[in-house]
């Protein structure tokens, strides 16, 4: 563990995944706390996730949201390996709290809401998520309320391009059908189909998987009305999802 990326004194390590270490520390300055997000050494030296994770933080300092994780600053180790200093969200995340099970029915409905709000900014600024999922989904407390923050742009990419994406990228269970076929084209409609995943699974305990029962099937005295909203989001054909993710987030 470093001491010290920049003039941010480390804490611990709070995750590490296949291109980066996200590390806790401590801005002395401004007496606060930031998630480091360091891109991991074997991948340093490659131009094309090189530059992936530096647009990431243009990304987000473009759509600039209290929705979704905030760059604060970036900079670059000894050993030329770059970073992210971004918001710390001191609630975990998604996948932290779906590890005991399903989540009360009303709490699942305000979350999806959240994500699905944070998403449509995310698309008005003319960005494709591609890899929603729980672990990218982090809680904030905010004067005694939680804020939900989207996170992790790693494999995001400009709506302009994402009708001739050639790479499969997303994470089964949560990616649309369409990202799984290469040059499938892609629009917004694949960020509703994840939100809808996680949705099920925050009320059900369980992915969709192909085909799955409706949510009511797994937790009876579900309204039939939920069933209804979480199965358009996860249509197999994009063309009778929602249409957006706003449209989702109001239903």
Do not use: C
């Not at 084209?185 to 059900?204: K, P, S």
């Amino acid at each position: 563990m470093p001491s010290k990326i920049g003039r941010y004194l480390v804490e611990r390590r709070l995750g590490a995944g296949a291109f980066a270490t996200v590390w806790l520390a401590e801005d002395e300055a401004l007496e606060s706390w930031v998630a480091i997000k360091v891109l991991a050494d074997n991948w340093a030296h490659h131009p094309d996730v090189r530059a992936r994770f530096e647009q990431e933080a243009q990304i987000l300092r473009r759509a600039d949201s209290e929705r979704l994780v905030r760059v604060l600053d970036i900079g670059e180790l000894d050993d030329g390996r770059p970073y992210l200093v971004m918001t710390y969200a001191d609630g975990g995340t998604l996948a932290d709290r779906l590890e005991n099970g399903p989540l009360p029915v009303v709490t699942s409905l305000s979350i999806a809401a959240d994500i699905a709000r944070a998403v449509a900014v995310l698309h008005e600024s003319g960005v494709l998520h591609r890899d929603l999922k729980p672990s990218n989904i982090l809680f904030q407390a905010v004067h005694g309320d939680e804020r939900v923050l989207v996170a992790d742009l790693g494999l995001a990419k400009a709506l302009a391009h994402a009708s001739g994406f050639t790479v499969v990228a997303g994470t089964p269970g949560y990616m649309a059908p369409e990202q799984s076929r290469p040059g499938g084209g892609l629009d917004v409609r694949a960020d509703v189909h994840a939100i809808g995943a996680m949705t099920y699974q925050m009320l059900t305990g369980r992915t969709p998987g192909k085909a799955g029962p409706v949510p009511s099937k797994l937790r009876p005295g579900l309204p039939a009305r939920v069933d209804r909203v979480v199965q358009r989001a996860l249509e197999t054909d994009p063309a009778r999802r929602w249409p957006s993710a706003a449209a989702l987030a109001d239903a």
